[in-house]
């Protein structure tokens, strides 16, 4: 099956803690994004990447890393400078293409311990 | 004003009533808009494109209007299985960027 797979469900960082999230896609989408989502919010953008080894800031990039060494890939790390990490990360693929639409994966609910 | 700006809700309506959510938008140059819906404590999911033209895709029908900047999604015959947050999804400053309305919530009651 085609998709993005997003892991893991669930993640739970301690303070000072560095944690990383995973995406994959099989889509052979060039472009792959990263959103934050807070309860009763819109998604906002971290970083998106448009072509491996080039990514670029959204507009929530603060205390957010990231990498494209791989199509298929696009981790995320919420560093430790990320003060507030508890939210809903979703990770999305598409066509680069201004008309095409994004295709999500099942999203990482990070919360602090 | 907000880039993209949705009437939060909550909509509750019974089973077979025919129900409509606008949605304004405020970058003038914007040319994709799309509608998704999400599940309670899921990912958005592409529920339509929305076209110049308008389109339709079986009880749902999309519509546009650029004059005005506003995007509209009518149900009909709403089933229980729709109730979920309606997202208006408009590309933004920056062409190849999406921006997320905050969504609308529907609830269809038995």
């Known amino acids: 099956d085609g998709g993005i797979t997003q892991s893991p469900k669930y993640l739970f960082r301690k303070e000072g803690q560095n944690v990383t999230l995973s995406c994959e896609q099989n889509?052979?989408?060039?472009?792959m994004y990263w959103y934050r989502q807070d309860p009763g919010q819109g998604l906002r953008l971290i970083y998106y990447?448009?072509?491996?080894?080039?990514?670029q800031k959204g507009d929530i990039a603060e205390g957010y890393s990231v990498s494209r060494e791989k199509k298929e890939s696009f981790p995320l790390t919420v560093t430790s400078a990320q003060k507030n990490p508890t939210a809903f990360y979703l990770c999305a693929s598409s066509i680069w293409d201004s008309n095409q639409p994004q295709h999500f994966g099942d999203g990482t609910r990070l919360s602090i311990l | 004003r907000k880039e993209v700006e949705q009437d939060p809700g909550p909509f509750n309506v019974p089973e077979g009533a025919t129900v409509a959510f606008n949605c304004t938008y405020s970058?003038?140059?914007?040319?994709?808009f799309f509608w998704y819906r999400q599940d309670c404590r899921k990912e958005p999911k592409l529920l339509m494109s929305?076209?110049?033209s308008g389109n339709e895709d079986g009880r749902f029908t999309a519509q546009l209007n650029r004059a005005s900047q506003y995007i509209s999604l009518l149900i009909r015959d709403s089933k229980l299985s729709d109730s979920a947050t309606y997202l208006c999804v408009v590309n933004g400053a920056g062409s190849y960027q999406l921006t997320f309305g905050k969504g609308t919530k529907l609830s269809v009651i038995p």
């Open positions: 889509l052979n989408h060039d472009a």
């Open positions: 970058n003038s140059a914007s040319q994709s």
């Open positions: 929305v076209y110049s």
């Open positions: 990447s448009q072509i491996v080894n080039d990514f």
